[in-house]
């Protein structure tokens, strides 16, 4: 949600942003299935900068792609591969408290994080520690990274060393099948479950 409590959301198999106002009533789109610069294949993570742009992880284009608030492309990093500054299929992002942008590259099982002039700063992770990363957001000076192939939560400090996780396979209090999106208070961290259905029906898609 922007300043001007808008809220943006990524439109995963209509390949399209959907902007809506705070009471739910559509204000406009853009975007549409393509590869072209502004173009979408399955846009999954998205989030507003401090300055009211909005960033899309381009799932299938391997890309994350930068918009004005009012859906005005304005550049694009990232390319399909395993090298630094490339990525594979990711899903989520999110910004940490000094505006760079945070990607959760998924299918290289790592976390990357970039300058707001889109510069690699560090890579977190790697296969022997993710198994299936899908979002990080940054809370009390770590990372919080959902690992929803082994169905916990990873927290690491800023500098990508571990600390500890939580959550374990299961349907009871406290237990997670296949943890998703992830937000953040003060005070609290939540996370949404995403039901197995869902994930292996996008999953195929890609």
Known sequence: MRQRDEIAVADCLNHVVQIFNSNGDFTRAFGHQGSKNG????P???AYDKGGNIFVADNSNHRIQNFSGEGRYMGMFGEKGRLDSQLSYPWGLSFDTNGNIVVADT????IEIFSPTRK????I????????????VQCD????????GDSIIRVSSEEGVYKYNFGKRGGGDGELIYPCFLSVTESR??????????????SRLI
């Open 141 to 148: 000076g770590n990372f919080i990274v959902s690992d929803s």
């Open 107 to 110: 299918a290289n099982k790592v």
């Open 120 to 123: 690699l700063i560090k890579r």
């Open 39 to 42: 173009e979408f294949k399955y």
């Open 189 to 202: 961290l939540w996370w949404p479950r995403c039901a197995i259905e869902e994930l292996y029906t996008i």
């Open 125 to 136: 992770g790697g296969p022997s520690y993710f198994s299936f990363p899908v979002h990080c």
């Open 44 to 46: 999954f993570g998205i």
